[in-house]
């Protein structure tokens, strides 16, 4: 995702995020502070501490069942405690068996947009 909004190429390899990347941007004329962490259980700790103050967080998640539950724990444990809007963008859209968008904003009760980082037609 940090690629796209810089406007790099973006690989068709698949890579979780491993520990934390840091990108600033400008998207509509607006500085953007962009912070990717990974989802691994051992760096959940630093969520809440570098998310305060934020106005707006983005959850990007896999469109899959698999995926779903996590990412509902997460949304609800970020909005008690950030009270920040918070997005999610339903990635990975082009997969076989892919929940669709609607499908993931029901289940999470937030604004979802469906998308494939990798199909330029599903960004």
């Known amino acids: 995702m940090l690629s796209l909004l810089q406007g790099r ?4 390899k698949t890579e979780p995020t491993v520990g934390l990347e840091i990108e600033n941007s400008i ?4 500085k953007v502070n ?3 962490f990974g989802g691994q259980e051992r760096y959940k700790f630093m969520w809440q501490d570098f ?3 934020t106005s707006l967080t983005v959850l990007i998640c896999d469109s899959t069942e698999r995926n ?6 997460i949304c609800t444990k970020f909005s008690r405690r950030l009270g920040a809007k918070i997005i999610a963008i339903a990635n990975k859209q082009d997969l076989p068996g ?3 968008a609607e499908h ?4 999470l009760g937030i604004t979802t947009y469906g998308m494939s980082a ?5 960004r």
Not at 9 to 12: E, N, Y
């Open 9 to 12: 190429d973006v690989s068709t």
């Open 27 to 30: 998207l509509n004329g607006r």
């Open 34 to 36: 962009v912070w990717d």
């Open 51 to 53: 998310l305060k103050g």
């Open 68 to 73: 779903l539950d996590q990412t509902k724990e």
């Open 98 to 100: 892919a929940l669709s």
């Open 104 to 107: 993931i904003q029901k289940k």
């Open 118 to 122: 990798i199909r330029v037609d599903l």
